[in-house]
T-cell receptor, first 116, second 115 residues
C-alpha cells in the first residue's frame, strides 16, 4: 500500500467553526508533513512530525494545531480561521527524517479548504 | 534568496514530442537531493524522479529523465514522447542533507500537451 489518504476532500467552514483535517498512511513511514498550497503557488511546509513528535513548525499561526496520535495518523485541527487560510492542504509521509538527502515524500490528494 | 528557480511559467508541447522543463538550484551543501513532482488539476503531488548530488549517472524513470549538470547547478526534467495526460503543473524540489527534512519547491511550470 503506497497511498496517503486525506479526508475530507473538500471543506467549507466559517471563521468561528472548529474542524479537523485527517491524514493516514500505512506504509510504515515515521515522518509525516503538512503543507499549505495557495492557488498557482508551490506547496509551503507547515509542520513536520518525526516518530510522532513535532520536529518542525514553520512559524504557523496557532489557529492551526497539528496532532499525531500514532505513526499512521496525522490531524490538523482548525479554529478561528481567516478567509486567507483558504487553500489546498497537502499531507505527505516519508520513511523518516534521517538518512541524508534522499527521502521521497509521498503526498495525499489534499483537502481543498474554503473559509467564509 | 531563491533556492530553486523554474524560469518557465508555462510550456506547450505537441503530443509524441519531447520537452525539457528547466530547474536551477542554489545550495552550499555537498549532499543534497533533487526531486521532480507532477501535480494534475486534481491536486495530488506525484513523485516522478530523484537525483542525488553524488549520483554520477543521470536518473531515468520510464519516459522521464533528469539532465543533471552539477557545475551549472541545473536539474532539468526531460519528458520523452509526451502524452495528453502529461498536461499538469511540474515542480522541481530540493532537499538538503543533514538533519533537516525540508523540501523546498520551485514556483512550477505548467505544461500543456496538445494533439
Amino acid at each position: 500500500d503506497t497511498e496517503v489518504t486525506q479526508t475530507p476532500k473538500h471543506l467549507v467552514m466559517g471563521m468561528t467553526n472548529k474542524k479537523s483535517l485527517k491524514c493516514e498512511q500505512h506504509m510504515g513511514h515515521r515522518a509525516m508533513y503538512w503543507y499549505k498550497q495557495k492557488a498557482k503557488k508551490p506547496p509551503e511546509l507547515m509542520f513536520v512530525y518525526s516518530y510522532e513528535k513535532l520536529s518542525i513548525n514553520e512559524s504557523v499561526p496557532s489557529r492551526f494545531s497539528p496532532e499525531c496520535p500514532n505513526s499512521s495518523l496525522l490531524n490538523l485541527h482548525l479554529h478561528a480561521l481567516q478567509p486567507e487560510d483558504s487553500a489546498l492542504y497537502l499531507c505527505a509521509s516519508s520513511q523518516d527524517t534521517s538518512g541524508g538527502a534522499y527521502n521521497e515524500q509521498f503526498f495525499g490528494p489534499g483537502t481543498r479548504l474554503t473559509v467564509l | 534568496a531563491q533556492k530553486i528557480t523554474q524560469t518557465q511559467p508555462g510550456m506547450f508541447v505537441q503530443e509524441k514530442e519531447a520537452v525539457t522543463l528547466d530547474c536551477t538550484y542554489d545550495t552550499s551543501d555537498q549532499s543534497y537531493g533533487l526531486f521532480w513532482y507532477k501535480q494534475p488539476s486534481s491536486g495530488e503531488m506525484i513523485f516522478l524522479i530523484y537525483q542525488g548530488s553524488y549520483d554520477e549517472q543521470n536518473a531515468t524513470e520510464g519516459r522521464y529523465s533528469l539532465n543533471f549538470q552539477k557545475a551549472r547547478k541545473s536539474a532539468n526534467l526531460v519528458i520523452s514522447a509526451s502524452q495528453l495526460g502529461d498536461s499538469a503543473m511540474y515542480f522541481c524540489a530540493m532537499r538538503e542533507g543533514g538533519d533537516t527534512d525540508k523540501l523546498i519547491f520551485g514556483t512550477g511550470t505548467r505544461l500543456q500537451v496538445f494533439p
